[in-house]
């Protein structure tokens, strides 16, 4: 069992109402109940202690890190974060930690412009902490993004530097790609994904929901301080763009790109389905099941 097992199963498990546009399988559910030209975008995520992070980490840190999270997974639809809830389930549970959490998770929402509008506080019966998060934003019809609109001959671009994310604390410090999702989407890019558990992993998932494969261009992956290759393809929580770009689009999109500090990377090839090369199967990404 892996995650696209048991995700593969899920999505054949839930019935769906008509005002489903998307369900399991993309960076957030697409709801078409807005009735304006745009969509109710919907996502959940979480952060455990000792996985996501530190024991140490102050919580006014892991707050932000799971609210900007959630907010990267509205980035990949080409979205607009709007609302949040929030669930925390922690022992011991402190008051202390409790209100630091919930200020440095206001803090954050503050600079993003989202509203915290509900959720949760609960002792865990384990030593440690669980916090929950379910976000909600939009997207105009004509900017969604998905992973499935990759097209064959599409290059695959990249924002931003991979690898070595946990020990320079990148992973608690990134910025989610909000302006940048909202220059891309539905004017240079129609699917878009970000990167949390690996990029190699993440971008052939990127690829199979397309039906196609992706050829990565190792040499052209910008890296992170102190990271190798190997740390870029399979350490995951970069929290960066993968986006697809037609050719034709590629000299209007380098020429066009108003974002000095980020770096924007040309690292791979959209193709026709293959099998998984033999020596990519030792850069694994992050998986819950292992």
């Known amino acids: ?13 839930f019935s769906a109402a008509p005002s489903v546009h998307t369900s399991i399988g993309d960076d957030c559910a697409v709801l078409d109940v807005c009735g304006n030209g745009e969509y109710l975008l919907a996502a959940a995520d979480q952060v ?14 892991v707050a932000a890190k799971l609210l900007k999270r959630n907010i990267s997974d509205i980035c990949a639809m080409g979205g ?4 949040a809830l929030v669930t925390i389930a922690k022992k011991p549970l402190e008051e202390e930690y409790l209100m630091r959490f919930h200020e440095g998770l206001e803090t954050c929402a503050k600079e993003y412009k989202v509203s915290i509008i509900g959720g949760d506080t609960a002792g865990n019966f384990a030593e440690g902490m669980v916090g929950t998060l379910t976000i909600l934003g939009k997207v105009e019809k004509e900017k969604l993004c998905l992973r499935k609109n990759a097209k064959e001959g599409d290059l695959l671009y990249a924002t ?7 020990y ?9 790609r909000v302006k940048e999702c909202r220059f891309l989407a539905g004017k240079y890019t129609c699917a878009m994904m970000d990167i949390s558990d ?3 992993k993440d971008a052939q998932r990127f690829a199979s929901a397309s039906g196609l494969s992706v050829e990565i261009e190792e040499k052209n992956i910008p890296l992170r301080q102190d990271a190798d290759i ?3 393809l399979s350490d995951g929580e970069d929290y960066e763009l993968i986006f697809a770009v037609s050719p034709e689009n590629v000299p209007l999109l380098e020429k066009a790109w108003p974002f000095p500090d980020v770096p924007l990377s040309r690292i791979g090839r959209f193709v026709a389905k293959k099998e998984i090369e033999e020596e990519n199967k030792h850069k694994k990404g992050f998986d819950h099941f292992e």
């Open 1 to 13: 069992m892996n995650e696209e097992t048991f995700t593969g199963r899920l999505a054949g498990l």
């Open 160 to 166: 931003g530097c991979f690898g070595n994310s946990f």
């Open 80 to 83: 607009v974060p709007l609302y």
């Open 48 to 61: 455990i202690s000792s996985i996501h992070f530190l024991p140490e980490t102050t919580p006014e840190r």
């Open 230 to 232: 190997q740390m870029a």
């Open 168 to 176: 320079s604390e990148h992973h608690l410090s990134f910025c989610p």
């Open 198 to 200: 690996g990029l190699l």
